[in-house]
């Protein structure tokens, strides 16, 4: 019975939590400690601080978890799966209608539409980070600017647009020589 209950609330979340993981807490809490009972507040706070530690989406995780917790092996992979199927089910669905219409004209205007603000999105990701790395903001007002940071950068993104180097191969030589030279100044 309870691999059955944990299936219908994780079903339940995982269709309800739009908007990522952390989106999906609120709800996770209200079913499994207000609802359910099935944990404590105490517990539940500790899941989701061990859920945000490890790798992964939190939101799975912690399905991961409170199903573990529950029910042992079996409840964590039902907690799981339950969490995971309403996307499984909606990429899916997705995917058949584009395959099915994808030479109509309009699906191509929407997708190449779509194409400015994926790149967008991206972009504003990338210089977000950009800045973060160049200016130290914890020192604000009057942040210093690393010119060593914007350096390395330049050189690590001439190395990936010019030569066929491999990029996990770029991120190590430019963190050894960084340290190298952040250890000497």
Request: charged content about 10%; overall charge neutral.
């Amino acid at each position: 019975m309870i691999y059955l209950q944990l299936f219908i609330v994780f079903f339940q979340i995982g269709l309800f939590s739009i908007g990522g993981g952390l989106a999906a807490i609120p709800l996770i809490q209200e079913q499994i400690v207000d609802t359910h009972a099935w944990l404590s507040i105490s517990e539940f706070t500790d899941l989701i601080t061990i859920a945000q530690m490890t790798p992964g989406p939190i939101a799975i995780n912690s399905a991961t978890f409170i199903g573990i917790r529950l029910a042992g092996f079996a409840g964590a992979v039902v907690a799981t799966l339950a969490f995971i199927t309403p996307s499984v089910i909606l990429v899916m669905t997705l995917a058949y209608i584009y395959n099915r219409h994808k030479q109509l004209d309009a699906v191509q205007a929407l997708l190449n539409s779509l194409k400015p603000a994926i790149v967008a999105f991206i972009a504003s990701a990338g210089i977000s980070i950009l800045q973060t790395a160049l200016v130290d903001t914890s020192q604000l007002p009057g942040a210093p600017f690393d010119y060593v940071a914007l350096v390395l950068f330049i050189l690590a993104f001439i190395c990936l647009r010019k030569t066929k180097f491999d990029p996990i191969l770029i991120m190590l030589s430019t963190g050894l020589v960084g340290g190298m030279i952040y250890l000497i100044l």
